[in-house]
C-alpha cells in the first residue's frame, strides 16, 4: 500500500528533483538515476548516461530469469538480503516475483531515499538499512535465503573477510554480479624458486563521487579464479554463471563482468 500519492505533476517534480540531487561536480553534475524506473503515465527515471539504459534492465532480467529456474514457485517462501541494493531495483523485481522479507542495506544516503521513493510508489513493503556493509554484518543476526550482491565485491576491500560473514548468515544461495581483471601471465622477480599464482586481486583507482561508487577511490579486481577460490574459501560452490544470448551487453559476452549464483555447502 502506498503511504504518499502523488498526481501527476508531483511525479515528475519529484522524480526530477531526487535526479538533480546526484549530481557531482566533476561526475555527471546532471544527475540521474541508476535505474531507468518506468513509473506511470510515461514517467520514466532519467539515468546518469545510455549505459546505464543499456545495463541495468539487462541485469535485472538476467536475475530475474535465472532465479527463476530455481525458485519459481517458492518465491514466497524467501528472506532475501540485498546488499549495496541502490535505488531497489532488484527488490522491487522480486517483490513483485511474491518475495515478502526482503531487507536492502545501502550506504549512500540518496540512493535510499530514491529508494524509499519507489517502494512507496509501487507498494513495496521491504526493510531498507541506511549503513555501509561491514558495519551492517558486524550488528546482525539473521540469516537468509538468499543474498543478493551486485555491483559490490570490487568495491571492498576485505573480500575474505566480508565473504566469511556472509557466508554465516546464507541459507541457501548468494547471486554474485562483479566486474572481473583479465590479465597476463604473472611472475615475480624477488624470489627465484617462488611464482605467483595468476589469479589474485588486482588495484584499480576510481573516483567515490559517483552516487554508484564505493567508499573508497580504491577497487580489488578479481579473476574468475581467485573468484571461485575466495567463494570456495568461505563455504560457497564455484560460480555458476547465469545463461544469457548473444544480445547480452558486450563486457558480459566477453566476461570482463559476470553474473552468477554460488550456493551454500
Known amino acids: 500500500m502506498k503511504d504518499v500519492v502523488m498526481n501527476k505533476e508531483q511525479l515528475i517534480n519529484e522524480v526530477e528533483r531526487l535526479a538533480k540531487l546526484a549530481g557531482g561536480k566533476n561526475w555527471c553534475p546532471n544527475g540521474g538515476w541508476q535505474y531507468p524506473f518506468e513509473f506511470e503515465e510515461g514517467i520514466v527515471a532519467r539515468t546518469y548516461t545510455d549505459a546505464q539504459v543499456r545495463l541495468h534492465p539487462w541485469r535485472r ?3 530475474i530469469k535465472n532465479l527463476d529456474k530455481i525458485y519459481s514457485d517458492k518465491y ?15 527488490s522491487l523485481a522480486l517483490w513483485n516475483r511474491g518475495v515478502r522479507d526482503i531487507t536492502c542495506v545501502e ?4 540512493n535510499v531515499e530514491k529508494a524509499k521513493f519507489v517502494f512507496n510508489h509501487f507498494g513495496v513493503n521491504a526493510n531498507i538499512i541506511n549503513s555501509s556493509i561491514d558495519d551492517f554484518l558486524d550488528k546482525n543476526t539473521k540469516k537468509y535465503d538468499l543474498v543478493i550482491f551486485m555491483g559490490i565485491l570490487y568495491h571492498i576491500l576485505n573480500p575474505f573477510d566480508i565473504m566469511k560473514k556472509l557466508s554465516g548468515i546464507t541459507k541457501k544461495s548468494i547471486v554474485i554480479e562483479t566486474v572481473v581483471a583479465k590479465i597476463d601471465d604473472i611472475k615475480f622477480g624477488n624470489r627465484d624458486k617462488y611464482s605467483a599464482q595468476k589469479d589474485g586481486f588486482f588495484i584499480r583507482i576510481d573516483t567515490t563521487e559517483s552516487q554508484t561508487a564505493g567508499l573508497s577511490n580504491l577497487e580489488l579486481w578479481p579473476t574468475m579464479g581467485a573468484l571461485d577460490m575466495l567463494m570456495n574459501e568461505n563455504c560457497f560452490t564455484d ?3 547465469f545463461d544469457f544470448d548473444s544480445n547480452a551487453p558486450f ?3 566477453d566476461k570482463e563482468r559476470i553474473i552468477g549464483i554460488c550456493k551454500k555447502l
Open 251 to 253: 563486457d558480459y559476452l
Open 239 to 241: 560460480v555458476e554463471l
Open 61 to 63: 532480467e538476467m536475475l
Open 107 to 110: 550506504v549512500r544516503e540518496l
Open 76 to 90: 514466497h517462501e524467501l528472506s532475501v538480503l540485498d546488499l549495496g541494493s541502490g535505488e531497489g531495483a532488484m
